[in-house]
């Protein structure tokens, strides 16, 4: 079990409420992630600002291009201080090799995330770009692609956790996303999980965003959620 599983999402549109939201935010009890549209405003200044305030951020920009293209943006990434990046596993394994060159493995190398299939696409989208088996299939083999590639780990649901923890290992990473409270708004996520549930599945981290961020207290709902696993980490 993690120490500090908790990875909160930074979905804002610019520095300044960035910088005002983990400001709110204690560095021991959360990392961060930035995202396209925080990036995209902001850029690697904001990144430098977040580590700066003594964040380990999750560079989530998914990357998914030509392998060389990969491997330089990921070593760009690792040259901001990024504790975590990830990459499209669709890319295939010329592009999941390129990517893990650029990061560089081990000692203060950023740990290499892939993503499987996005949980927006089921089955019919699937078969509209020519996928064939169900989304669980696709995972699971993506997944296994990724950690040929030497990867760390991959995104997932926590519905898929229990099932890449089994077949993977309990060693491969596993991210999480659509975490919430028992008691909390589920907002547009339609599959949810606790956070005590998720890490009991076998998840690693847990990527929370509205929870904490709309939250009137920032700092409180962080602090509840770390309550609600400390007797687990
Ligand atoms: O606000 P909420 O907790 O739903 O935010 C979840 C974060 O995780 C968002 O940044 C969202 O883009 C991201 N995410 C997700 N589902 C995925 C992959 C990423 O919710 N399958």
């Known amino acids: 079990m993690q120490v500090n599983p908790v990875i909160v999402a930074l979905d804002v549109p610019d520095q300044a409420s960035a910088l005002a939201l983990a400001a709110r935010l204690d560095p021991d009890l959360c990392r961060v992630k930035v995202g396209k549209q925080l990036f995209t405003a902001a850029g690697p200044a904001c990144i430098e600002k977040l580590v700066g305030m003594g964040f ?6 998914k990357f998914h291009d030509i392998p060389t293209t990969v491997e330089l943006a990921c070593r760009a990434a690792a040259n901001l201080g990024v504790w975590m990046l990830n990459v499209h596993a669709l890319g295939g394994p010329d592009m999941l090799a390129a ?26 989208a699937m078969h509209a770009i020519g996928l064939s088996g169900t989304p669980e299939a696709a995972v699971l083999r993506l997944a296994g692609l990724t950690r040929e590639a030497g990867l760390d780990g991959v995104v997932c649901s926590a519905q898929e956790a229990s099932l890449l923890a089994r077949e993977l290992g309990r060693d491969f990473v596993l991210v999480t996303p659509g975490i919430r409270m028992a008691d909390g708004e589920q907002h547009d996520q339609s599959r949810v999980m606790t956070p005590e549930a998720a890490l009991r599945a076998g998840s690693h981290y847990l990527v929370i965003g509205r929870p904490v961020t709309h939250a009137a207290d920032p700092a409180a709902a962080l602090r509840v959620i770390r309550h609600s696993i400390d007797n687990m980490i």
């Open 56 to 61: 380990e951020v999750f560079l989530d920009l």
């Open 99 to 124: 990517a893990r060159r650029g990061t560089g493995q081990g000692g203060s190398a950023p740990l290499l995330i892939g993503v499987t299939l996005l949980t927006s696409m089921n089955q019919s």
